[in-house]
């Protein structure tokens, strides 16, 4: 392993229980130390406010977010499960049946690439056998798992790039401020130094959406008038934390793709600046896509890859729609990796995306 590698590391890990060896010694040093040194690494901006909740086992967050990932998607699993026991409700599997469960997945959003793998597998191993609603899902659990495996991937952060830079893109409402807040929590906690820069710099209420949330995760925020130049406020403040050797700078963006043209100009505004002081950064260019609006995201996905070089996805309000099957869409469409979830407006509700336990809460409820 090349030192690069060794310094790459994934912030979910630790939170997911899968510590190496050496963050496991790390952590157990700490808990051994007195009161003081059990306590995150103090930054500069050290947060009043409440860290995500660290302190439970990794076993129990574990359980706890796969029993909120299911209360999730419980619409979008009820519709499949209440779909599928209505199709099989003859002993043998025969053509009816098969389309009828191909329409349903497709209006579950789950693409077209995924039906057809989905009633080619039934129909390749029991046509006119015996088929219950249970294998069926059983079926689809294990197919959405497939499609999901190759794209389910950790944000990294190389630790060797500082500050780290993280673009964020997407569309007005889909909860790019919010998942920034988010996000940065999870840093903070993490004992990272963590700058946000507020570049949607067209709507007051929302440089004072990203302070608020700085607030909370401990994070300084830079800004600047409203109406100001957004590659000028990004400039500055990739400046300040070069300067103050922050480990992760996260800039918020406007998503007015009604005006696709400066929508695009602006964006490349940001990166041409960012890369006269890094021209390695942006490390990560994030694209944060809202569930319920089901099909949309797939044309989002192919805008904003184009305009803003996209290297990764995050899905929010997973919490509460039917929509869910969407993300398995765009699995199946974009060879882009989906790094985490969101199930909530809570600082907490930012999951890792794992694809089989995604699979697992949508077929089997
Ligand atoms: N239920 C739910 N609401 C969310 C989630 N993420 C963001 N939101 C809400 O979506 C709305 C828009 O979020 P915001 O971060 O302002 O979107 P932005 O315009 O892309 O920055 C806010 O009311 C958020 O609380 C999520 O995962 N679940
Ligand atoms: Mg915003």
Redesign the pocket.
Known sequence: MDNDTQKTSSFWQRLRGQETSGDKAELENKQSQTDQSAAPTPTETSPSTSRPAMADTPAEKKTSWFQRLKSGLSKSSSRLSEGIATVFTKRKLDAEMLQDLEDLLLQADLGVDTATRITDKLSSGRFDKEISPEEVRGVLATEVAEALDPVASPLLIDETKTPYVILMT??????????IGKLANQFTGQGKRVMLAAG?TFRAA?ID?LKIWGDRAGAPVIAHAVGSDAAGLAFDALKKAQEEQFDILLI?TA?RLQNKANLMAELEKIVRVIKKFDDTAPHSVLL?LDATTGQNALQQVEVFRNIAGVTGLIM?????TARGGILVAIAAKFDLPIHAI????GID?LQPFVAREFAEAIALG
């Open positions: 997407g569309v007005n409402g889909t909860g790019k401020t919010t998942t949607d929302a959406q918020d998503g944060v929010t309000k997973l919490d509460g969101g199930v909530g407006e509700d």
